[in-house]
């Protein structure tokens, strides 16, 4: 379909997507040559694609827009120096994309992770498209990052290195074009210095121009704990609609970091048995429910997991095989594949990371009807908070817990609803329904304002 040289796509306005044409391209990218046709066509991008040319048929948009839609509109590279702790330099590759800018300006998060890379960027900008649009937020997605292992670096280092990427990019972000967030490793102090480096630059404070900061420069109320506890609204109404209350439930929880560790207490309150957790160092497993604030306390002084004895240690493999009620994944991409979906022994999964399931773990999970709420519903938590924060910013008028609390339930919900609704309607998966919902919306507004010129 790609060559090089010429065009990377083309489409007849009028046509819409059929079944044949799409299950046709799904095919075409998986014989593809192994050879990189466009330079983020990496395994992450294929699947965010694969996921994509799945949903097509059923979101009845013509061909221009689902092949206008299936290319990141832009993507920026960037080398950034550092000067080292020791007094060397390091130079570290920085990435940018913007997936689509038909809504409005591009959101999405900035992480430090030794897997970054421009596909990767590319599959999570795609992502956040999705994501922005199912939840009837006005962006588009991007999603960037250095790659590096921010363990690695000193504090001052890593200020550094966020200050250098932020002027690198500088003529790329802005609160009416590209607003980042914190995702993988970066946190409401990395918000603080692109935050403070824009504004420089600018000469005045300009607080919307990222989200996730400290609430002490515009940060809002309820952002740090917002993905986490929309996932758990998200699996407490796909619960019920099995037929079930959280209360008394068991829950494993993959990742104890930001998303994982707030979704792990959120479950607790509820009164489920959160009976596993893990992060990098490993899991820890108690069949009675673990004690979630203990183990927050314990991070909360040693970093991580490790060392952590109190309860038996387990892989982080079999964490994912325990028999339980409710799976989180809110680790990273690529968790469940075809090596260990067949031993999954969950009645429900939810995404709190995004992509951790592959296309073929997708198809086992199904054949074997467990449902699968997917990352682009269940995650989106975090960016509508950030919308919020993003509104308060602009109107310098801020709204309190309660409130946010609130309108982040409503809007998860209402989203929620869409999703099943698509779901039984077509008698498709709750991810292709997802995807529908998501593309649908892009859609009407490519329809509307057309390919310049
Ligand atoms: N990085 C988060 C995500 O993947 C949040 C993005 C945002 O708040 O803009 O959804």
């Not at 673990?290 to 060392?307: I, K, R, T």
Request: glycine residues 10%; aromatic residues 6%.
């Amino acid at each position: 379909m790609v060559a090089r040289g010429g065009p990377i796509g083309g489409a007849q306005p009028s046509r819409r997507v059929t079944a044949d044409r799409t299950l046709s391209r799904v095919s075409e990218l998986d014989a593809s040559p192994t050879e990189p046709v466009l330079e983020w066509d990496t395994p992450l991008f294929r699947m965010a694609r694969a996921q994509y040319e799945q949903a097509l048929p059923y979101a009845g948009v013509s061909e221009m827009v689902a092949e206008r839609l299936s290319f990141p509109e832009r993507a920026v590279i960037v080398s950034v120096p550092l000067r080292r702790d020791d007094g060397s330099i390091e130079i570290f590759p920085g990435y940018r994309v913007q997936h689509s800018t038909v809504l409005g300006p591009t959101k999405g998060g900035i992480r430090y992770d030794p897997e970054v890379s421009l596909g990767e960027c590319a599959a999570l900008a795609t992502w956040m498209t999705w994501k922005c649009a199912l939840l009837r937020l006005p962006y588009g997605g991007a999603k960037g990052g250095i790659r590096c292992d921010p363990h690695a670096l000193s504090r001052r280092e890593v200020e550094g290195l966020t200050r250098r990427f932020t002027s690198e990019l500088i003529r790329d972000f802005g609160p009416q074009t590209d607003i980042p967030a914190p995702d993988m490793a970066t946190n409401e102090q990395t918000m603080a210095w692109m935050m403070d480096t824009y504004s420089m630059q600018s000469g005045y404070a300009v607080p919307e121009v990222v989200t996730g900061k400290p609430i002490s420069i515009g940060g809002s109320v309820f952002r740090r704990e917002a993905t986490g506890a929309g996932v758990v609204m998200v699996a407490e109404q796909a619960a019920r609609r099995i037929g079930y209350e959280l209360a008394g439930r068991s829950c494993v929880v993959q990742g104890f970091g930001n998303v994982g560790g707030v979704a792990a207490t959120e479950l607790h309150d509820r009164g489920a048995l959160v009976v596993a957790v893990s992060d990098v160092s490993g899991g820890v497993h108690s069949e009675g429910g673990l004690d979630v604030p203990a183990l927050h306390a314990y991070v909360a002084e040693h970093d991580s997991l490790a060392g952590y004895d109190r309860c038996e240690r387990i892989t982080n493999e079999q964490l994912l095989e325990l028999p339980c009620d409710v799976l989180v994944l809110a680790a990273r991409e690529d968790q469940l594949t075809s090596a260990n979906a067949d031993r999954v022994h969950a009645s429900l999964v939810v995404e709190g990371a995004n992509g951790p399931t592959t296309i073929e773990a997708d198809e086992i999970l199904g054949e074997r009807g467990i449902p699968v709420v997917p990352d682009i519903l269940t995650n989106a938590g975090g960016v509508t908070v950030s919308y919020f924060e993003w509104v308060q910013d602009l109107g310098r008028l801020f709204w309190d817990r309660d409130e946010i609390r609130r309108k982040l339930s409503d809007k998860m919900g209402d989203a929620l609803d869409r999703v099943y609704s698509v779901s039984v309607d077509k008698g498709i998966t709750l991810r292709q329904a997802a995807m529908v919902a998501a593309i649908r919306e892009v859609a009407a507004a490519l329809e509307a304002r057309g390919i310049y010129p």
